[in-house]
């Protein structure tokens, strides 16, 4: 990663001007037609976008984005030249890199090792090609090792992974002094639903960088072929669904398979007058394999919860895809026979589908480590807390206060989200989650107390507290948040709880969650 | 009932083994000679045995800043603390070869070992019962060291929302509400009527709407919801005040015991 230093909070607001909260430096709509990008656009469109597009401006060596972190807005040149930086390289094939690779001492470590590796890459969106070109999600360029590759006017990064909420895939530095043209999510939605040559524009560049990735994260396409996902790039849909909106409906004729690219989708069905909830699906998750199989209408409704993105396949396409790939049609009965349970599970128990529904509504499925505490056996001894500060040099990072939902209590306290919105626009980099872990951790030496994080936070479980810092030599507020006891195997609050009653949930695995979170007896 | 369902059976099965073997082996060297506690090889293997157990329950408070070890949690301390001291009560008596002592430092290390057993077990049961009690019944839950600050909290509010109200529900805040806001009202009735006679105290607020104009009900619900959120806050405060106060019934004795018990080993080996 890059190195993190302090910064002078005055130089926030050039070089992290999405940090703000309300940016000075918007762009008229006179200067918004200006840029090629926008320049066919109708003005009511522009109008629309325009609280969310500002202009930013780089010194040389200025970092715009940091590859692994998270962010909001996709970034068009409009003058100077930007350099794209692989922090961590994928390790190139051949017979120098096997003499560069740590020693192994087993089959199983090796594959493990190759593994995690690979893992790391789909993880931020890279693919590595034929060649050992890279290819990098949210960059319109391959990076190869032997090339040094720039960005000049014009080009448009990062609308990838500020879409799909997927980390940035590479590092990306002003070569010389840079302006760019910050266009932040909303207005990227808003030009997705509105201007069909943007949204043709975005959809080609994700069909060409970063389809097969995520297709091949979801295992059931991971053993297809190239030959196959090319084929599969060119025909399937990519469609967006407002928070709310209703993808599918019960009963109606199913002609579709999905893939979940971004967001939350809730699944429910009727029972009676209710509409129960049965399950949610996340990022790399898929639906519709059900109705397809069975040749039955759609025996679930699916609803967005929040902006979602799906890849869609049609049934024909679909059915082709299991021609293709027999081992794919038993994979998928497995599936369908498990969600058809979990719909007579709910019917039969209601009260798993009330956690379900609660947890959609108060946004806890968005957490990876949710602290609960089960009120029927707290004694409010508070040694959660006490362990909690005991373990953050006397700061605890929560306090016995939330919201409650039947005999849980839900602290204030991080849920560790799947994707951390708190990481975005961090203007020193202070806020990190390392690829493929858990805990979004804050450093105290790099934090400069802007608030930007706590301000992001959703659900205000980032609190600011005052610290005297030993490099900016100044008192600021200093972001605090629970870092799952960073260095410990389980963290304080759990491990100290004299009656069992802290658990961490992961709201990730669904299933679970009915035997984690029993009903109120 | 199920709060009499120990929370780790294992443990439970454990110790009554433990305790089982114990009492086996105690009979079993008794029935070979009479038993003189701290003479016989027996009786003195079993003192040392509760005075270690006493000592290791002692420690129970350093569980924290030993980071759990050695058990690794404290919910596994805790499980330890709780058999491990009601196995040094059995191990007192078998120390005692089932006798009452003969001096008053005996007879003190007795009762005081079967104070902090009793008493350990009542806090066992208070601490399955008042949670439950607690999340069953009441919708508030607060910290308790902040519940006074949330009551002035209520009351600045109920104050706020009288302000320029007609005169009849002003008389009726002064008079009826506005003394029971005035800071915590602690009480042990809780323990039997968790909801404190709520209907009954809510009762006044259902009379007063009948006097009051349609503009001016609403702010009498409004006065009901404080009033009834801060009939919650006196429950959970009485309440978790006495899983605080049972601690005063264990710790002291407790301690004063392990103070007598290392007095009688001194003195044991002294004169020995």
């Not at chain 2, 006196?234 to 601690?247: E, F, H, N, P, T």
């Amino acid at each position: 990663m890059e190195p993190r230093e302090a910064t002078d909070p005055g130089n926030l607001s050039r070089a992290f001007p999405h940090s703000l909260e309300q940016p000075e430096n918007l762009l008229t709509i006179e200067e918004l037609k200006e840029l090629p990008i926008f320049a066919e656009l109708a003005d009511t469109l522009l109008k629309k976008i325009q609280p969310h597009v500002l202009v930013a401006e780089y010194r040389p060596n200025d970092v715009i984005l940091r590859e692994g972190e998270y962010s909001d807005a996709a970034y068009y040149v409009a003058r100077g030249v930007v350099e794209i930086l692989l922090a961590q390289l994928p390790a190139p094939s051949g017979p120098e890199t096997a003499r560069r690779e740590p020693v192994v001492t087993s089959v199983a470590h090796v594959a493990e090792h190759l593994l995690a590796k690979s893992e790391r890459e789909r993880a931020i969106g890279r693919a590595v090609a034929e060649g050992g070109t890279i290819i990098l999600s949210d960059m319109p360029s391959e990076f190869r090792r032997d090339r040094q590759i720039l960005l000049e006017k014009g080009e448009l990064f990062g609308e990838i992974s500020a879409l799909s909420r997927y980390p940035v895939s590479a590092t990306v530095r002003a070569r010389t002094e840079v302006v760019t043209v910050l266009i932040r999510t909303p207005a990227l939605r808003i030009l997705q639903r509105s201007a069909p040559k943007f949204k043709e524009f975005v959809d080609r560049r994700y069909r060409e960088r970063a389809l097969a990735t995520h297709l091949r994260n979801v295992g059931l396409f991971a053993a297809c072929d190239d030959k196959f996902m090319r084929n599969l790039r060119e025909r399937v849909e990519l469609v967006s669904f407002e928070p709310g909106q209703l993808i599918v409906e019960e009963g109606s004729p199913a002609a579709a398979f999905f893939l979940v690219r971004g967001g939350y989708v809730k699944v429910s069905a009727k029972s009676g007058a209710a509409d129960l909830a049965l399950t949610y699906l996340r990022k790399g998750d898929y639906f519709g394999e059900a109705a397809i199989l069975l040749e039955e209408p759609w025996p679930f409704s699916f609803t967005a919860i929040d902006s979602v993105e799906v890849v869609k396949l049609t049934r024909a396409d679909f059915q082709e895809l299991l021609t293709a790939s027999p081992h794919l049609r038993e994979d998928l009965w497995k599936v369908t026979v498990e969600r058809l349970k979990q719909r007579g599970s709910a019917i039969r128990h209601p009260v798993e589908s009330e956690y379900l529904q609660m947890a959609m509504e108060t946004g806890l499925i968005h957490g990876e480590s949710v602290l609960m505490i089960d009120l029927n056996t707290c004694t409010r001894c508070d040694d959660c807390v006490r362990a909690c500060a005991d373990t953050h040099g006397g700061i605890p990072r929560f306090i016995r206060e939330g919201f409650k939902f039947n005999n849980w209590l839900i602290p204030t306290s991080c849920y560790q989200c799947t994707d951390p919105v708190c990481m975005i626009g961090c203007p020193t980099g202070a806020i990190t989650r390392p690829i493929g872990t858990t805990e979004v951790s804050i450093d105290p030496l790099t934090c400069i107390g802007c608030g930007n994080c706590s301000r992001r936070c959703p659900w205000g479980n980032i609190i600011n507290v005052p610290y005297s810092h030993p490099v900016l030599k100044k008192e600021i507020q200093l972001a605090t948040k629970c870092d799952l006891s960073l260095g410990r195997e389980v963290p304080a609050c759990v491990q100290m709880c004299p009656h069992g009653s802290a658990i961490r949930v992961s709201f990730r695995d669904v299933g679970l969650l009915p035997r984690l979170l029993p009903a109120v007896d | 009932m199920k709060r009499l369902v120990p929370k780790k059976p294992v443990w439970l099965a454990a110790s009554a083994a433990v305790g089982l073997f114990a009492l086996g082996i105690a009979f079993w060297m008794r029935s070979g000679n009479p038993w003189n506690p701290g003479r016989v090889a027996g009786g003195l293997l079993f003192g040392v045995a509760a005075a270690l157990l006493v000592l290791s329950s002692i420690l129970h408070p350093l569980r924290r800043p030993l980071l759990g070890f050695p058990f690794g949690t404290a919910q596994r301390w805790t499980q330890f603390h709780i058999y491990g001291g009601c196995l040094s009560f059995l191990f007192v008596l078998i120390h005692e070869g089932f006798r009452l002592p003969s001096g008053t430092v005996g007879w003190l290390l007795l009762i005081l070992s079967a104070w902090a057993t009793l008493s350990g077990l009542l806090g066992v049961w208070l601490q399955k019962w008042i949670p439950a009690l607690m999340a069953g019944n009441l919708r508030v839950e607060a910290i308790f060291e902040r519940i006074p600050e949330l009551i002035a909290k209520l009351q600045a509010e109920a104050n706020a929302l009288v302000e320029g109200s007609s005169e009849v529900l002003d008389r009726f805040y002064r008079d009826d509400v506005e003394p029971a806001l005035a800071g915590v009202q602690v009480s042990w009735d809780y323990l039997v009527d968790i909801s404190g006679g709520r209907e009954r105290r809510l009762a006044p607020f259902g009379r007063m709407a009948a006097f009051l104009t349609p503009e001016e009900k609403p702010r009498l619900e409004d006065l009901k919801a404080l009033f009834a959120e801060k009939l919650e806050l006196d429950a959970q405060y009485s309440l978790q005040r006495v899983l605080r106060l049972w601690i005063l019934l264990h710790v002291p004795p407790s301690v004063l015991l392990f103070g007598l018990m290392l007095y009688h080993i001194t003195v044991n080996l002294y004169y020995r």
